[in-house]
């Protein structure tokens, strides 16, 4: 249903982002990069949770050595997450990264940068082009107090340098982000860098907070793009687990049908004063039952005959519970009526059926 | 930040919905509704949560008298919620809702659908003009095979029927919703109705689910709509204690700066294989400290010193862990440095100076 917007394809080892590719979730490893087993270990359960790009921080040299290794040992592609240093940077990419983290703002001598596409250049290496909201109101060691209805301007400023500097330079395998701690000028900036350019993009709201605080926040910020057909790659930053920011980006993604998935969907009604029974059991029983079932089914709970029969429709099966009993549904056609007790068990071998 | 859609200005009792005025937060009462001790009880619930209209099921004509007793014991704005009956709309707005809230196609008898706009200009009673897109797909008992492609269309053509409708019968007091349990047709059927209208909007999504399954689809749905400037109240639908979807939608209106608050802002940084210090477990303490805290401060908790200066330039105050100690910072500017075991402390310290 969503128009996916049209970008150049770039490539990240084995994986391709943009136009007509999966949309990519990725996440960053949280444990010392050093400490390689461990690292290879989050990276496994990263990949296993559905995340197809892996970042990893490489602040020292200690780093960079560590990295080799890892890369050897997965079989993802790892985006190498670099600051300051353009010597990390060259490590990295001739470490194997397939995709390396710039924010070239931070990197002092243009030259370095030069020398960074060179080296990417020369490895097949993909590089994220980032600018941070932060970041442009730095002006060496001083913060700049730029009023924030500017900002975004400045960022697609900044943006625009950088991409023509990588273009200058003969290297479009480049994918860009745009960051900020703010829902709303995060989705500005990003439709504004959508407009612009037609490299890939990768959505992320910085520093969005604990996981129960920055769920909300990053559904609407990257909700709101990739309704827009805006995003090829996405990152739900939440402080702890990493693998909770992927179980978050798969709920974005499937809330707005942009990823294929097996697992079923259950509609539950809120339930009202019309309601006589309790919806909210049933459905949690329900919901327990379809984690067994591994088919791309949609799945109704209703608690009433008002909403019920129509709400159903799209559902391959469907519950209305009334007073005491309930009528099953199959297609939105009515197939019975059963006691309130079997409603469970008429349910699942309706579901089995399928 | 958001500039909101220029619409009409509709009165709903001592409330006003539309232009430049605050988005309202609505729910349901999910008790029977001739029960109206446990009625007004779960109704001042939701006031205190921040709902500032509730609506209330009115199935039948016992459901009617009920609500009569309600009306008088309750402060805040009600909303009867009308399916089917003439009768039952008539007796609401009667009995002093403040708004009724009508899908006119499931009225069968036009005539009928005048009687209740009569009623409702004699009394000064809103309405809320519903669109669904399970009703798009009723005809007579039968359900109709509409492709999900063709229905934003039927939908926005089944709202100008029944505008137009009330227009002819010079009735202007309207809320319009369209709702849909696709994310992707919920902000496609709003964008088109808030481009052809200028009446205030309700939005939701319907049936979004158990409420851990709701809250991402209901952010992605209806914060697409609001960064775009569209709607005046909203609801989030899910199954289970109806102050549950106040608190969601109090978060998605915070994601947006759309509601005034005085809670704290907590942002914190995701942590990466830089950051040497437990930074969820400060985090945490620190979010529990600000829980006392009745002022619309911005906190930042950032585990490294490689984006944290940068990003907590904008807030009040933040901590920069690193290995053994931290940096605490006002307003971007760095103030001290401090061992680990005192960060929060010292970070206490610091926010009640504020």
Redesign the interface.
């Known amino acids: ?2 128009n996916r917007r049209t970008t150049m394809i770039v490539n990240i080892g084995k994986i391709k982002l943009g136009w007509g590719q999966p949309i990519v979730i990725q996440s ?6 050093t400490d390689v087993d461990k ?1 290879v270990k989050q990276v496994k359960e990263l990949t296993q949770a559905g995340c197809g790009l892996v ?5 020292t040299k200690a ?1 960079s050595e560590a990295f080799r290794q890892i890369v050897d040992k997965c079989d993802v592609p790892l985006v190498a ?1 670099i ?2 240093s353009p010597a990390r940077a060259i490590e990295a990419i001739e470490g194997g990264a397939a995709k390396i983290r710039l924010n070239p703002g931070n990197i002092k001598d243009q030259d370095d940068i030069v020398r960074i596409i060179d080296a990417a250049k020369m490895h097949g290496t993909a590089i994220r082009v980032g600018v ?1 909201e ?2 442009i ?2 002006l060496g060691k001083e ?1 700049v107090d730029i009023p ?2 500017n900002r975004v301007h400045l960022m697609l400023k900044e943006m625009e340098y950088y991409v023509r500097l990588f273009e200058t330079n003969k290297f479009p395998n480049i994918v860009l982000s745009a960051k900020s ?5 995060t ?1 500005e900036v990003n439709r504004a860098i959508a407009e612009k350019f037609h490299y890939p993009m990768h959505l992320g709201l ?5 996981p129960e ?1 920055a ?3 990053s ?3 990257i ?2 793009l ?2 827009d057909g805006i995003g090829d790659t996405i990152r739900v ?4 687990d ?1 693998v909770k ?1 992927i179980e ?1 980006g798969r ?2 993604l499937k ?3 942009l990823i294929e998935t097996n697992e079923p969907e ?10 006589q029974v309790d ?2 059991k049933l ?2 029983k329900v ?1 327990k039952f379809l984690k067994k079932i591994d088919k791309p089914i949609r799945v ?1 709970v ?1 608690g009433c005959i ?2 019920g029969p ?2 159903a ?2 559902a391959d099966v469907a519950i209305c519970a009334a007073k005491g009993k309930g009528y099953i549904y199959r297609h ?2 009515k197939l019975k009526s059963v006691p309130e007790k079997d409603l469970l068990k008429t349910l699942e071998k309706e579901i089995e059926k399928l």
Request: aromatic share 2%; hydrophobic share 40%.
């Open positions: 249903m969503i960053m490893t949280k444990v010392a990069t690292c970042r990893i921080a490489i602040p780093d997450d600051h300051f941070n932060a970041s109101r730095e913060k924030a209805e701690a703010d829902t709303v000028r989705i910085t520093h969005a907070g604990l605080d769920k909300v926040s559904a609407v910020a909700g709101s990739l309704a930053s939440t402080a702890g990493p920011e978050i709920e974005i809330s707005l049908g259950l509609i539950v009604c809120p339930t009202c004063g019309r309601c919806v909210v459905a949690t919901k109704a209703m008002v909403n129509g709400e429709a799209d939105g056609k």
